[in-house]
Structures are given as C-alpha cells and as structure tokens.
T-cell receptor
C-alpha cells in the first residue's frame, strides 16, 4: 500500500537557518502530495501541495517540489523563524487530484531557537 | 468561530467504559474523517464518510464505531475503551473537489 517516510526529528535550528525536512513516498499511480503543519495545541493545517510531477508548492516562505524520479517531496525554507516551530507532516492522497484519503508520514518536530 | 469543532477537548476514562467523541462542522463539506495521532506514528485513518449514508472503515477501525447524524455531525464511539486507545483524535472535513482537508483542534483521550 501507500506509505510516506519522513526524516526523524526532532530538528532544532537557530533563527534564520536553512531548513530541509526530507520526505519520500511509495504509491501506485500518480498521487498528490502535501505538507501539513501542526502548531502546538492545534489541529493540522495545509501548508502547501503539489498535484503532479515537477510541480512546486509554496507558502509562507516554504517550498517543496514533486520529484517523481526520486519519489520525494522535501520541504525547504531559506530562513526559519521562531514562529515556524511546529510539527510538520508529509502526506499523499491515493487518488490523483483528490484529498479524499490521506496517508501521513510520522511527522517531524521543528524547534527554532532565537 | 472555528469551522470544525470537537468535543470534549480532553477526556480521561476508565478501561471498559463507553465513550463518544463528537465533531461538528460549519464548512458545508460532505466528507468527514476521524484520525488518531500517536507519537512517532503520524495520523492514521479510523473511519471516513462521504455523505450521511456512506460510511467506510479506515486503516484502524477495530474497537471503534461511528455515526453520521447529519451532514455536519460525525461521532466516534469507543464501545469498551482500552488503554492502547489513549491518543489524540482528530476530526477532519473536505469537499468533493478540493484538495485540502480541514482539521478540528483534536480531543486528547486517556484511558486508564
């Protein structure tokens, strides 16, 4: 079945450092890919998405590119802020163009220090 | 006001008790989901419903049941709670054509 593998955390960075959180996936067909973020005490919210190969999703300074050849969707940000401290989840949908069912990675805890 | 609400937000119960977690949404979405979150395991799908008359088991439905009372309400029940059901439970919604799922704030359930 489908699966998502994320780099294990926790990740601790200083403010303004560069962030990469690795995500690779296994799926049949052509899934849509997502990054969700969970701030302390809150539910998950969509950070960015990509629906086909070579698409780049971006939001709030975060970016991720759908790489079909390496089955990857790594999350990057050039300069992190304390407010970016959260848990980040990579996810895929099992039906192209649909978010009806999501398969999540295990999550990566990010802490940004001032 | 939040679009997806969950009650209660925290609950401690004893082994063998029946408990119900409730989810309500004002987004007008037809699809609703229940997930549980465990440390290091991400979110796993328990049940999902595409409309009031359509309910489907997810990855980990054993020990759980659901009821879709209306388009806006989706309840999760633990008929006889056990300690390994201690987790954070999330409800989510989506529309039929959108990519995004919208999550509630979660219910932290502890079974002693």
């Amino acid at each position: 079945g489908d699966s998502v593998t994320q780099m294990e955390g926790p990740v601790t960075l200083s403010e303004e450092a560069f962030l990469t959180i690795n995500c690779t996936y296994t799926a049949t067909g052509y899934p849509s890919l997502f990054w969700y973020v969970q701030y302390p005490g809150e539910g998950l919210q969509l950070l960015l998405k990509a629906t086909k190969a070579d698409d780049k999703g971006s939001n709030k300074g975060f970016e991720a590119t759908y790489r079909k050849e390496t089955t990857s969707f790594h999350l990057e940000k050039g300069s992190v802020q304390v407010s970016d401290s959260a848990v980040y989840f990579c996810a895929l949908s099992d039906l192209p163009g649909s978010a009806r069912q999501l398969t999540f990675g295990s999550g990566t805890q990010l802490t940004v220090l001032p | 006001d939040a679009d997806v609400t969950q009650t209660p937000r925290n609950r401690i119960t004893k082994t063998g008790k029946r408990i119900m977690l409730e989810c309500s949404q004002t987004k007008g979405h037809d699809r609703m989901y229940w997930y549980r979150q465990d440390p290091g395991l991400g979110l796993r799908l328990i049940y999902y419903s595409f409309d009031v008359k359509d309910i489907n088991k997810g990855e980990i439905s054993d020990g759980y049941s659901v009821s879709r009372q209306a388009q806006a309400k989706f309840s999760l029940s633990l008929e006889s709670a056990i300690p390994n059901q201690t987790a954070l439970y999330f409800c989510a919604t989506s529309s039929g054509v959108a990519y995004e799922q919208y999550f509630g704030p979660g219910t932290r359930l502890t079974v002693t």
